[in-house]
């Protein structure tokens, strides 16, 4: 059936497997950070048997999933829980992740008559401007925390380039080891965990002489499309089409490249602009905003996507005779991945093929 995504789990544990070793080669641990795939158990459990066995997402609903699935991980809550969420928290997630002294009391409430310990990283604001406590209030949210029973802290956290597209540069680093230092020195508390970023941070690792206390990393878009985040190159020996999206023609006619009539706003309240292309060969496919961002599909042939509605994305198919019923494949972006992955009505489809190092050369080879 289409729309249909296709998951190639060889190809997903060839780069769960060289990105452990990569960064376990300077003793830094991964978080396999799962929301873009919504918790899907075949691609956590993926994750978990190339050796990322703690599991970050930002939905409880996920989390819960991957349990019930009887993933063996420890799972975390990328983000601070919402107040109204807190006994699911407790329920679902070994760890979260926390900037707010109110939410933290309520865990502490909450893990007690559940009689658990729920552990906790502490965010800090280090530039994004996401979340994040400020490094001047660090050592008073410690001091706090470490009051609370049922609630064990076990490391501090940083964001970068998710909202503000600050890098986490050797700088940013050296800061965030100074702040651990710190914890440890004057509250004698051992950081199990000192996470430094994302997928952002696989430049400053290639460049950086030395880590610091930085021992963690949260990767979900290196792992899931071989790319680093700050300029979306590719990572070298690492498959950048472990998904691809496929949607078929529904129609396919000579027309104008140009409306005929006076132009108002189209569905979404945009006054659209055209190129005047002459005749063209335009195909339709059955998909549209309501599927998959559009903007983040990357076609695997020789077309262009001109745009689309809420369920029709129109092609300029170019040279290429598509006819009704041809499938057309797309590479993704995380935009369109983390879409078609969310959305319900794009079957998702996982392929294991069998790669050996031979296979996987050819591979690279053709992707140079």
Known sequence: MTPRIEINLGKLAHNAEKLFNLYASKEIGLM???????????IANVLVNKGIRLLADSKIINLKKMRDAGIQAEFILLRTPALSEVELVIKYADISMNTEIAVMKSLSETAIRNKKVHKIILMIEMGDLREGIMPLDLDWHVQEVLKLPGIKMVGIGANFSCFGGVKPNNEKMRTLSSLAIQVERKFALPLLYVSGGNSANYNWFMTAENRGLINNLRLGES????????????????FTDVFTFISEVIESKIKSSVP??????????????????????RAILGVGIQDVLVSGLIPKLD???????????ILDAKKVDLKIGDEVAFNLDYGALLSVMTSPYVMKKYIQPIYD??????????LR
């Open 32 to 42: 396999g950070v799962t929301k873009v795939v919504c918790g899907q158990p075949e």
């Open 223 to 238: 792992i899931f499309l071989g790319r680093e985040t700050l300029g979306r190159k590719r990572i070298p020996e690492l």
């Open 260 to 281: 005929d009539g006076e132009i108002g706003q189209n569905a979404f309240g945009i006054s659209p602009t055209w190129q005047d292309r002459g005749h063209i060969r």
């Open 303 to 313: 077309i262009d996507i001109l745009g689309s509605s809420s369920d029709h994305t």
């Open 357 to 366: 190092e031979r296979k996987i050369a050819r591979e690279f080879l053709a």
